[in-house]
């Protein structure tokens, strides 16, 4: 029997049972016997009523069962409508096609970019850019190249290039690798030049003493080897090798190498003593003394990209040694402050006594800055072997080099003193005291820097003031041109009063053939003047007979 004829049924004898009882009873009288097989039909009212209970309760039950189905069934129509909804939508989003399956050339097309996708999420992260570096060192100049940015100079990049090349990673330490090289080509004459202390002719018709004359020709080139090894934000490790150099042409030696520590590590980090690192870095090892802002403007051996002429300064500030120094790395006023053994290489010599210096600078102005510095050293009061101070000038072993810088100018009057050609070194080291102001105003297409200094040792009874001026014009990124002044009046020389005074004048200019390659032609004269005959020697030569020299010189540089 079928649910709604069921139904019906129930409802039919429910509303039989709502007959009143008489007429019920009226058509239940006797009749004849009921077919065989036909159901018993109640004779008694109680027995009949109990039926249409049951009857009615199963009625009941039906009813709500029906109500319950009837609202599932109107729930599937909904989900029927919104499933045939989205369906529309994602049929209408997609690219039409003549057929549903994808074509043979669709297939490939989305296995290439799957496969694409999946090399670029599995493919490790880059540890060298090498490519890019070596792609960008032979690209043309652009923007405005200024030699020696405010940015780059601070103490973490005093005496070194911006290594760009990165070989290596490991975790988070970068390892960058920087070579520096130059070539030069010198035509220098130089007059009056002897050394003092000599009479008499030798064979070859000079002067006892004259320095033969200079004839044309090229220098030995020389070369920087750079490494670094940085945690950024935490620790800087950076040491370079001389290649070839003015002293040492045929040897490989270490100038520089040095830690700088921006963060403790642990157990300090993060604890109190970590929060002084915010305002302060510490420079540990052999490092340039950060004396004066020269060493952002200089020739350092190979590495000659700072300098926009070929030759340095006449006094020249510039010295490697063996300590530490902390500086600010917060505004709007910087300070440093370093101690060192004085001295190029180690000593504990007896007596020895460390050398101090401080700096100071800021940026009075967007495109100023000013610095001022000093320094101090005594080491004349070390014994030597036998344990006896032998005085002054008598069997030193140790000398102070700050103002001892390399020169550039192969030759010139001898060779000069410890390798330094030309160049003016006061001091004979010992007990040493310097003061320096640089200011620097860079406003493209100009560079403007400029140094006084002074300086003495109580030991020679030596007194100097010395100064330099340089100007650059920019005529457009690759092209510049250049001149510079430089001057070293001398008050007492070797215990004996002066007024002598030396004066170096350089012009040039330079063309950047791309970002990595540069090209320098510089003229140079210098002049010793007013010297006393009994000064004698200054750095190598006779002052007194007024020596110069003068002539071109072309350079050649590759940096990376």
Do not use: C
Not at 416 to 429: A, F, V
Not at 506 to 523: D, M, N, P, R, V
């Amino acid at each position: 029997m079928t649910h709604q004829r069921k139904m019906a049924m129930y409802i039919g004898l429910a509303a039989a049972a709502s007959l009143p009882l008489p007429a019920l009873r009226a058509s239940t009288a006797p009749s004849a016997p009921a077919a065989q097989g036909a159901s018993a039909v109640p004779t008694t009212n109680a027995a009949l009523q109990a039926q249409i209970a049951a009857m009615a309760q199963e009625l009941a039950v039906l009813k709500k069962n029906q109500t319950a189905s009837q609202r599932k069934e109107a729930n599937l129509e909904k989900q029927i409508v919104r499933l045939k909804a989205q369906n529309a939508k994602i049929a209408a989003s997609r690219p039409a096609t003549t057929n549903e399956a994808l074509t043979k050339a669709q297939f490939q097309q989305l296995y290439r970019e799957v496969m694409a996708n999946s090399r670029k999420i599995s493919a490790p992260a880059p540890t060298n850019n090498i490519n890019q570096t070596v792609q960008n060192m032979f690209a043309p100049p652009t923007g405005e190249n200024y030699f020696s940015p405010f940015r780059r100079e601070t103490p973490e990049y005093n005496g070194f290039p911006h290594l760009h090349m990165q070989i290596g990673q490991f975790d988070n330490m970068h390892l960058y690798m920087g070579l520096d090289t130059v070539g030069r080509f010198q035509w220098l004459t130089q007059h009056s030049a002897y050394a003092s202390g000599f009479a008499g002719s030798t064979p070859d018709g000079l002067t006892a003493g004259q320095y033969p004359g200079l004839d044309p020709g090229f220098q030995t080139p020389f070369g920087n080897l750079d490494f670094l090894a940085s945690i950024p934000g935490k620790l800087d490790v950076f040491f370079d090798l001389f290649l070839a150099s003015r002293p040492d042409p045929d040897h490989t030696y270490g100038d520089q190498g040095y830690m700088v520590f921006k963060q403790l590590p642990a157990p300090f980090a993060g604890g109190p003593l970590n929060n002084v690192f915010n305002y302060i870095n510490v420079k540990a090892g052999a490092f340039i003394v950060d004396f004066g802002d020269g060493n952002f403007h200089r020739s350092n051996n190979g590495f000659v990209q700072r300098n926009p002429l070929i030759g340095n300064p006449l006094v020249d500030s510039s010295t490697e040694e063996i300590g530490a120094e902390v500086y600010a790395i917060k505004g709007p006023v910087y300070w440093l402050a370093g101690v060192t053994g004085g001295t190029t290489e180690g000593h504990v010599d007896y007596g020895s006594r460390p050398a101090v210096f401080s700096k100071i600078w800021g940026y009075p102005l967007p495109d100023l800055r000013w610095s001022a510095s000093v320094y101090y050293v005594d080491l004349d009061g070390f014994s030597t072997v036998d344990g006896l101070n032998p005085g002054a000038g008598e069997g030193h072993n140790q000398i102070m080099d700050l103002l001892r810088s390399g020169g550039v100018y192969g030759s010139v009057f001898g060779g000069g003193w410890d390798g330094d050609p030309g160049q003016i070194t006061p001091l004979n080291g010992y007990d040493v005291e310097a003061y320096q102001t640089d200011l620097t105003w860079n406003h493209w297409p100009w560079e403007v820097y400029s140094f006084v200094g002074w300086t003495q040792d109580s030991t020679w009874g030596e007194r100097w003031l010395y100064g330099s001026a340089t100007a650059v014009y920019h005529i457009n990124p690759a092209l510049y041109l250049a001149g510079r002044l430089s001057y070293a009046f001398a008050g007492a020389v070797n215990g004996v009063d002066s007024s002598g005074w030396v004066d170096r004048f350089q012009i040039g200019g330079g063309y950047w053939f791309t970002k990595s390659l540069l090209a320098k032609l510089e003229y140079v004269y210098q002049q010793y003047n007013d010297f006393n005959a009994n000064v004698g020697d200054v750095d190598a030569v006779d002052a007194y007979r007024n020596p110069s020299f003068n002539g071109v010189l072309m350079e050649m540089s590759f940096d990376f």
